[in-house]
Every structure is written in structure tokens, then in C-alpha cells.
């Protein structure tokens, strides 16, 4: 999943990429891959945290109810951005009206703590974004075994070349895949928390460790939907484990040893 733009076709962002180094400082986290300092996690974070706001905030039909983005007399807006500082105070960004005319309605201003926002005036702090209903989607059952949708993952060109070469070039590629469900499935049921859920399409998913070389590190996560007729999980398909992590990472940071940045 990368940085969707549309945020800013919602507001003008100057020094967008300064603003989002000060905002990974006061939510300290590693936020970029491997040794880059980028902080591309944070920044698809952020785009798509925001488009799930503005999406519930256009859903409410009750105007007391519509508290995901906040506006104060058409002259400030801000959201949650569900992080927090390192003394767990929530952070927020706050947005003033565009003085440019013809260009985006809202102009940037800063991410504020919930003190901040208060000595400002902001009477009603917004929500986060809501990602899930029932809490169980957010658990693999260990009960229900995992249907892969093969054809899409082996047959597809773009997918199947996700997978390992030293893979891919023998003749029992399936059979291999086949054996890392199944390994997965029993390291699960030793430890629940290797099953990761993610956000996508507006649907709540889990993460899959696949470890297709060495039993200890995972080279891919397998995505699966719970499934109620039969009642089973359903693989889609396989995603690189940036992917997985941009994705888990929309709803927290992901508490697990194989999907890591």
C-alpha cells in the first residue's frame, strides 16, 4: 500500500516533508524500512488514516455524530491521528483556511497535542478512526483451516514473481508454499500474536507469516479472510512484508517478530 495524494487535494501541506519528520519525533517510532530515513511508513500512515476519516465523517447522517474531522466556524478543521506522544497524549492535525484563493479550501498548520488543542479553543476533541466492530476478527481461529485461492497466487505473473526465486525455480514451488501454511498455522497456536489483522477495503484481513526457506524468517505474509459458509479462511493472495506492514500498521503497530520494518 503506498501514500495516497488525495490528502492533498483536501489541503495544502508546505514543508510536508519536514512537518512529517516533527511528527515521527513526537510519535517515536522506527518509521522508515530498513536503514532508509524517509519515513515512508508514517507518511502512507497518514494519507490513508486521514481518507478514513473523511470517508466515516461523509457516512454520518446525524450531525452531532459527525466527529472524525472536527470544524470550528469554518475557520479550523483538524483529526486524530491516533498516534500518540511518548507520554501517551494523542496527537492531532490542525488545518486553517487557505488564505490562497483557488487552490485547496485548508492549509496545513501543525500536529497538536490535546492540551494544545484545547488552549486554542477547540471545544470537541475528534475521534479515531474506527477500524473494526467485533474484536474476534482480530484473532485467527485456529479451528478453521486456510483455502488458498492457488490460481491467483502461482498464476498471476506479478504474484507469483513475489516469491523467493530459490522457489520459484523448483518444481514443487506449491508444495513448499503448501508446507509454510501449515507451519504457520501450528506456530499460531503456539503464539496467537503472529497472526497480524490489517486494514484493507474496508474489510479487516490477517497476515500470515509464510517462512518458504528458513522455518524462522518469513519471506512473505499471506493475506486470509475469515469465511462463515464454509467456515474457513480464504487466501487471496501473498504480499511483500513492506506491504503487510503498511497495511497492519493503520490499525497498530504490529506486536509480532516477523513483520517488522
Known amino acids: 500500500m503506498a501514500m495516497d495524494t488525495r490528502i492533498f487535494d483536501y489541503a495544502y ?13 513526537l510519535s517515536p517510532e522506527k518509521w522508515s524500512f530498513g536503514s532508509n530515513t524517509d519515513n515512508s511508513i508514517l507518511k ?16 454520518e447522517v446525524d450531525p452531532e455524530e459527525k466527529k472524525r474531522i472536527i470544524y470550528e466556524d469554518d475557520k479550523l478543521a483538524c483529526f486524530n491521528t491516533g498516534l500518540f506522544t511518548s507520554t501517551y497524549e494523542p496527537i492531532y492535525a490542525l488545518f486553517y483556511i487557505n488564505s490562497v484563493p483557488g487552490k485547496q479550501k485548508w492549509k496545513f498548520s501543525d500536529f497538536k497535542t490535546e492540551y494544545q488543542l484545547t488552549l486554542i479553543g477547540v471545544p470537541v476533541l475528534p475521534r479515531r478512526a474506527n477500524y473494526f466492530t467485533n474484536p474476534s476478527d482480530l484473532v485467527f481461529d485456529t479451528n478453521r483451516e ?32 503448501e508446507g509454510a501454511i501449515k507451519l504457520a498455522q501450528k506456530k499460531i497456536e503456539a503464539n496467537y500474536r503472529l497472526a497480524v489483522p490489517q486494514y484493507y477495503k474496508g474489510k479487516i484481513q490477517l497476515l500470515i507469516p509464510l517462512c518458504l526457506i528458513d522455518r524462522n ?15 474457513c479462511y480464504l487466501g487471496h493472495t501473498c504480499l511483500p512484508l513492506d506491504w503487510a506492514y503498511n ?15
Open 44 to 59: 502512507n500512515y497518514i494519507s490513508h488514516t486521514f481518507l478514513k476519516l473523511k470517508d466515516e465523517y461523509d457516512k
Open 217 to 231: 524468517r518469513a519471506d512473505l505474509a499471506l493475506v486470509v479472510t475469515k469465511s462463515e459458509e464454509p467456515k
Open 13 to 25: 501541506w508546505p514543508n510536508f516533508d519536514k512537518k512529517i519528520d516533527i511528527l515521527a519525533q
Open 247 to 261: 497495511n497492519a500498521r493503520l490499525i497498530a503497530r504490529p506486536d509480532s517478530d516477523w513483520l517488522q520494518p
Open 146 to 177: 486456510i483455502i488458498p485461492q492457488w490460481h491467483h497466487i502461482i498464476n498471476n505473473p506479478e504474484n507469483f514473481n513475489r516469491i523467493p526465486e530459490q522457489v520459484r525455480l523448483g518444481s514443487n514451488y506449491q508444495t513448499v508454499i
